[in-house]
C-alpha cells in the first residue's frame, strides 16, 4: 500500500517563500508521475506542477517562473519549491502520484494536503 507523506505547509508572508516535500512509502517501485495539486475553499482542486521520472514538467500557468518542482527518484519524494508567493496561492497543497500496475491499469496515490496561507 503505497502511502505519500506531506510536510513543509505553514504560514507565510506575501512575497516569502515555502518548500513542500512529500515522500511515499510502501510501494517498491519508483512512481512513474508525481505532483502538486491545490484546493482553495470553494474551489476547484487543480494541478500546480507535475514531474515524471525522466524529469519531464509542467506547471499551472500562475506560478510558471515561481514555482519549481524536482524530485529523487531513488527516494520516490517530491519536492515543490515555492517563491514570490501571493495571497492567491493560499490553499491546502495535496501530493499526487501514479504510476501503470502490472496489469496497465493506471493507479493514483493522494497525500493527506497540507495548508499553505499567504498573508501577512
Known amino acids: 500500500q503505497v502511502q505519500l507523506v506531506e510536510s513543509g505547509g505553514g504560514l507565510v508572508q506575501p512575497g516569502g517563500s515555502l518548500r513542500l516535500s512529500c515522500a511515499a512509502s510502501g510501494g517498491i517501485f519508483t512512481i512513474y508521475i508525481m505532483g502538486w495539486y491545490r484546493q482553495a475553499p470553494g474551489k476547484q482542486r487543480d494541478l500546480v506542477a507535475g514531474?515524471?521520472?525522466?524529469?519531464?514538467?509542467n506547471y499551472l500557468d500562475s506560478v510558471k517562473g515561481r514555482f519549481a518542482i524536482s524530485r529523487d527518484n531513488a527516494q520516490n519524494t517530491v519536492y515543490l519549491q515555492m517563491n514570490s508567493l501571493k495571497p492567491e496561492d493560499t490553499a491546502v497543497y495535496y501530493c499526487y502520484g501514479a504510476s501503470p500496475n502490472p496489469s496497465g491499469v493506471i493507479d493514483e496515490y493522494w497525500g493527506q494536503g497540507t495548508q499553505v496561507t499567504v498573508s501577512s
Open positions: 514531474i515524471t521520472t525522466g524529469g519531464s514538467t
